[in-house]
């Protein structure tokens, strides 16, 4: 059975970095659209950015522009994506998403 495993959330400052890691043992990312979904408590889920097998990353989260980056290592299977100026309004559950698979999520709070 696929599994994407997430790790790299956790509790961080306003202002404050984290970088979010989705691996996978059976399944090649970079084959596959991935993406980074939040789900902040009692919202709906959204859609914070995306990457195509080619390497395009798209973003239609005005709100995040600037400060979240996406990128991949092929070598190591693993996508990241980069949260730099974290604010308060970035607390959620941060999900990945590869192919129809999805990771388990990990909680990013963003509080002083």
């Known amino acids: 059975q696929v599994q994407l495993v997430q790790s790299g959330g956790g509790l961080v400052q306003p202002g404050g970095s984290l970088r979010l890691t989705c691996s996978a043992s059976?399944?090649?990312?970079?084959?596959?659209?991935t993406n980074w979904y939040r789900q902040a408590h009692g919202e709906a889920r959204e859609l914070v950015s995306r990457?195509?097998?080619?390497?395009?990353?798209?973003s239609d989260l005005d709100s995040v522009e600037g400060r979240f980056t996406m990128s991949r290592d092929m070598v190591k299977n693993e996508v990241y994506l980069q949260m730099n100026n974290l604010q308060p309004e970035d607390t959620a559950v941060y999900y990945c998403?590869?192919?129809?698979?999805w990771g388990m999520g990990t909680q990013v709070t963003v509080s002083a």
């Open positions: 990457m195509y097998a080619r390497g395009g990353v798209t």
């Open positions: 998403n590869n192919d129809g698979y």
């Open positions: 059976d399944v090649t990312l970079s084959q596959s659209t």
